[in-house]
């Protein structure tokens, strides 16, 4: 009991700090309106909270499900780097290697749930019409399950153990919280190196011309070496969504991917020529 109640606070803790961090960096960014929050925005941001903790546990099937991944990829005899490959390695170095990797890897599952039969579970996260910084924890389990594997699998191979993993998790997530956040924030001489959220802004954005652009969780550059760099400027007034947005609330989201999918099944099943009888 006194675990869950220590858990609770520390969970509590986080949020009232992401909180007041994001409000000044809103704050700094846009002033007085930074304490405005419509009805639709705290609707979001209810709406985000609850798919973290409700809707399929995502953060915490994103978590629960690091260890076992582990195991099951050295029981399965996958090739492991040696610890001793990292032991003249500064710790800055062994770190921007593994984030690097990972993004790459991400890069390259990001582009695939932008795919049509995997697009309906990624297409809960991108749902959110009022982007802010809580919408990063919009996403759905099936998705979350696929990223849990894809860091696993990107960082395993480099030898790092489940603490380190855990610790890649843990900045790719903060990293995500800012992204996310209503900051027209571009970088300037870093705009290239680090992923900002202007940047990924008009990757959410419900605008033709930036369909399936700016992929990099972290590091744009994947994106200018793949040709899918997209920052035509300013992203403050670009309208976020999909076409079909499901309703706003946890339950809808949740039976999303489904119900696209059955849909895409049955148009399938009538585009299909009648069998030919005897």
Known sequence: MDGIVASLAIEATTYVVLMVVFTLFAF?????DAFTWSPELRQSALTNVLMLHVGGLNGVLYLLTIAPLIALYHR??????PETAWTQVPFVVKALVALLVYDFTLYWVHRWLHTSWLWPAHAVHHSDTELHFLSWSRGHFIEQFVIAACLVLSSTWLGFGIREIYGLALLQGLHQYYVHARLDWNHGFLRHVIV???????HHAEVEEAYDKNFASIFPFFDLMFGTYYNPGSSVAV????GNNPDNNVIA??????????????????????????
């Open 28 to 32: 700094l960014s846009r002033g007085r």
């Open 76 to 81: 399965i005899g996958l090739p492991v780097l």
């Open 196 to 202: 900002s959220p202007q940047l990924h802004r008009w």
């Open 239 to 242: 309208p976020t969504g999909i």
């Open 253 to 278: 989201l949740i039976l999303y991917p489904f119900r696209e999918w059955s849909r895409m099944l049955a148009e399938r099943k009538r585009a299909s020529p009648p069998a030919e009888t005897a």
